[in-house]
């Protein structure tokens, strides 16, 4: 099985300053079909898991342009350009290339 | 708008039994892939188990197969998971969701705890 890390695993962010969270895979998330199923989640406080990013860069309708999610292979990253207050949460990574889809352990992100 | 309802967990004791029931909505239920995802407390996601449209295709993690079985009933949009021989692990917050390749729609969750 495809094993997901992330670091940092907990994130102290400054308001207004930008922030980012690594997410590596313990193989390549490229599908046979060219694509690379990798996605972000949010998780707010007492919430459902929202998607963010899907496909390693493409941002969810009604997500911010301030973040965004790059990579390939088996490194990836998701960055939030200006961290804003309701961005308090856990961030999880998840591949979607390989059986069974795996996600990440989470980051926790909260404001210094 | 895509809506996922789950319902049906409780406290139960080890060795157990418990149905989770999902209904869909604002979506054509019969055409997609539906999964159960569950979160322990403080845990991340885990994957559980996936069903095809038309059910012939299923699949099951290691920590459940042979316990836990998926079905969907397509004429009244609703999914289910039945949980037989539940341990104190699967405590956890059950999932529906909507597997359209990027995961994107999920429900509010149901909360299975099993404890004696």
């Known amino acids: 099985d495809v094993v997901m890390t992330q670091s940092p695993l907990s994130l102290p962010a400054t308001l207004g300053q930008p922030a980012s969270i690594s997410c590596r895979s313990s193989?390549?998330?490229?599908?046979?079909?060219?694509?690379?199923?990798l996605h972000w989640f949010q998780q707010g406080p007492g919430q459902s898991p929202r998607r963010l990013i899907y496909?390693?860069?493409n941002r969810d309708s009604g997500v911010p342009d301030r973040f965004s999610g790059s990579g390939s292979g088996t490194d990836f990253t998701l960055e939030i350009s200006r961290v804003e207050a309701e961005d308090v949460g856990v961030y999880y990574c998840?591949?979607?290339?390989?059986?069974?889809?795996?996600f990440g352990p989470g980051t926790k992100l909260d404001i210094k | 708008q895509v809506q996922l309802v789950e319902s049906g967990g409780d406290l139960v004791k080890p060795g157990g039994s418990l149905r989770l029931s999902c209904a869909a909505s604002?979506?054509?239920?019969?055409?997609?892939?539906m999964s159960w995802i569950r979160q322990a407390p403080g845990k991340g996601p885990e994957y559980i188990s996936y069903?095809?449209?038309?059910?012939?295709?299923?699949y099951y993690a290691a920590s459940v197969r042979g316990r836990f079985t998926i079905s969907r009933d397509n004429a009244n949009n609703s999914l289910y998971l039945q949980m037989n021989s539940l341990r104190a692990e699967d405590t956890a917050l059950y999932y529906c969701?909507?597997?359209?390749?990027?995961?994107?729609?999920w429900g509010q969750g149901t909360l299975v705890t099993v404890s004696s």
């Open positions: 969701v909507r597997q359209d390749g990027g995961y994107a729609y």
């Open positions: 604002g979506f054509s239920f019969r055409d997609y892939y």
């Open positions: 069903i095809s449209p038309s059910a012939h295709s299923i």
């Open positions: 193989q390549s998330l490229v599908h046979s079909d060219g694509n690379t199923y």
């Open positions: 496909r390693v860069s």
């Open positions: 998840m591949q979607g290339t390989q059986w069974p889809p795996a």
